[in-house]
């Protein structure tokens, strides 16, 4: 059997293995109050950018979310096809009055969500997470 060449190879100090975990927990609380309406929380998130923001090119969103245009696309694709959003005016994006509901409708689950990921992680875990999402949108 062939060893291990690199004596401090250590996979506990994997910072990618540490943010999928950390990404798993959390995509799973969320998950539980969103599930009911049928609705990721990819999808949620550009829900409330659209609601804040309006009406955005899709290339504004994938810049802003951090995602890859392939999986704008598809969330997209599933958003209008729910009425969610309205493509009208491509390569703009906007609400439609059901999205409008739909995130009224959201807000109280997502408030409960939240507010388990911050109990979960403490103040010193959402300000670290603060701290990361920072750190990231500067690059």
């Not at 439609?96 to 979960?120: C, F, H, M, Q, Y």
């Amino acid at each position: 059997m062939n060893s291990i060449e690199h004596k401090h190879f250590n996979p506990s100090l994997c910072i990618s293995n540490k943010v999928r975990q950390v990404n798993r927990v959390i995509a799973n609380i969320y998950r539980k109050y969103l599930s009911p309406f049928q609705i990721t929380d990819s999808q949620l998130t550009i829900l409330f950018v659209l609601t804040k923001k309006g009406k955005l090119p899709q290339k504004d969103i994938c810049r802003g979310l951090h995602l890859e245009k392939s999986s704008l696309n598809r969330n997209l694709n599933r958003l209008v096809a729910r009425g969610l959003i309205s493509k009208v005016d491509f390569p703009f994006v906007q609400m439609t009055d059901a999205g409008i509901e739909l995130v009224n409708a959201i807000i109280p689950e997502w408030e409960k969500a939240l507010k388990e990921t911050e109990e979960l992680l403490n103040q010193d875990g959402v300000l670290a997470v603060d701290l990361l999402t920072q750190k990231i949108q500067r690059s």
